[in-house]
């Protein structure tokens, strides 16, 4: 199996390139087998909303990654995208939608995880990652929870060895391949950006902020929402990312029947709310039908799929009393401040 990897990424010449030479063949092996993601799945139209976040990826990483001979020169693109954003907003979608989009070798790696099951070996892996990236561009390297790498914390005097030698690792790499024609991208993750420190947020040129599905950036949806769309103009504008994901949801298990004026009380009630928080709420309301059948004495070990009734308005105002927003409004403000400050185009 090592050997397979390994064997993949030999020139004809049958020696490692330049970039492997120093890279032991078991760190080869776990890039190309745990962190080399071959189908992550997603695609645009899974993600509600976030038209501008859509566009500026769409510029920055997809189009170049596809069409190198025309973003040359002036037009060739940074090297480092960061994505910010309160917890549960989509980064992590973006990130594996990107992959898939691009058509490109996707590297997914989450950054604590670097730091905690790599202990003493991180930095040779990050060694690995980007060279196996490099030999297989075009290639996106997405770094999850990207904080935990290269937070500010770090560089004070309580800083583990260990992780320090990672975040030089990862600094340098970066620094190695910005200016050059590789075509690896890089793209970090973070709900904590204030935590970055500078050294990384300078080589992360592009900062993207993931905002909730509320916060005026949701003009588009996906392409299948449209008939919806047309079917009720009271939805058109800002409310639209979340009755889409309650939608998407329902559907899927053949549960929707909310009327649209119902979606509509649905997203106002649900101000706040980002996308974990609507798909955690959809998935407790879609509980109401089954809960309200074993209060009636059903027995569930009898009760046939098709005689469920359908999820309705009542359920959600049900389940919006368990389900709260995970992100406070004060917390939002500092996500705004961080994006006036050092944010890419100000949503
Ligand atoms: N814009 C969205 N469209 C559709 N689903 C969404 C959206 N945002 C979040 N979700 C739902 O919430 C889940 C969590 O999203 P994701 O992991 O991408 O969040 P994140 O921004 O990476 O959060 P964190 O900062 O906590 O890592 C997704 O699996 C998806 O079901
Ligand atoms: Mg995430």
Not at 65 to 83: A, E, I, N, Q, V
Not at 190 to 209: G, I, V
Request: overall charge negative; charged content about 25%; proline content about 5%.
């Amino acid at each position: 199996m090592i050997n397979d990897c390994v064997d993949d990424l030999r020139g004809p010449d049958g020696q490692l390139p330049e970039k492997l030479r120093n890279v032991t063949p078991h760190h080869i092996e776990h890039v190309s087998n745990e962190i080399m993601i071959k189908n992550p799945n997603v695609h645009w139209d899974d993600i509600a909303g976030l038209a501008h976040a859509k566009k500026c990826v769409n510029e920055m990483a997809i189009y170049p990654l596809r069409r190198p001979d025309l973003f040359m020169g002036c037009r060739s693109p940074g090297k480092g995208l960061l994505l910010f954003g309160p917890p549960g907003t989509g980064k992590t979608m973006i990130g594996k939608a990107i992959a898939g989009e691009a058509k490109a070798a996707f590297f997914y790696i989450s950054a604590s995880s670097l730091s905690s099951k790599w202990y003493g070996e991180g930095e040779k892996l990050v060694r690995a990652l980007f060279g196996v990236a490099s030999c297989r561009q075009p290639a996106v390297i997405f770094v999850d929870e990207i904080d935990s790498l290269l937070s500010q914390r770090m560089s004070n005097g309580n800083e583990h060895e260990a992780s320090r030698r990672i975040k030089t690792q990862f600094l340098i790499e970066m620094e190695g391949f910005d200016g050059g024609d590789d075509q690896v991208l890089v793209i970090g993750a973070t709900n904590r950006p204030q935590d970055l420190d500078e050294a990384a947020r300078r080589r992360l040129t592009k900062r993207l902020y993931i905002p909730l599905p509320s916060s005026g950036s949701n003009h588009d949806s996906p392409s299948f929402y449209k008939p919806f769309i047309a079917r009720s103009n009271l939805l058109f504008g800002l409310l639209e990312a979340r009755a889409w994901i309650v939608r998407n949801l329902l559907e899927k298990d053949g549960l929707f029947k909310i009327s649209n004026e119902e979606m509509e009380i649905i997203c106002n009630l649900t101000e706040g709310y980002s996308g974990s928080d609507m798909k955690n709420l959809v998935k407790d309301a879609s509980m109401g039908p089954l809960r309200e059948a074993m209060e009636q004495g059903i027995d569930i070990m009898e009760l046939k799929k098709e005689d469920m009734r359908p999820v309705t308005l009542q359920d959600f105002k049900n389940s919006l009393q368990e389900i709260r927003p995970s992100v406070s409004p004060n917390e939002l403000g500092t996500f705004e401040q961080w994006n006036k400050q050092f944010g890419t185009l100000a949503v």
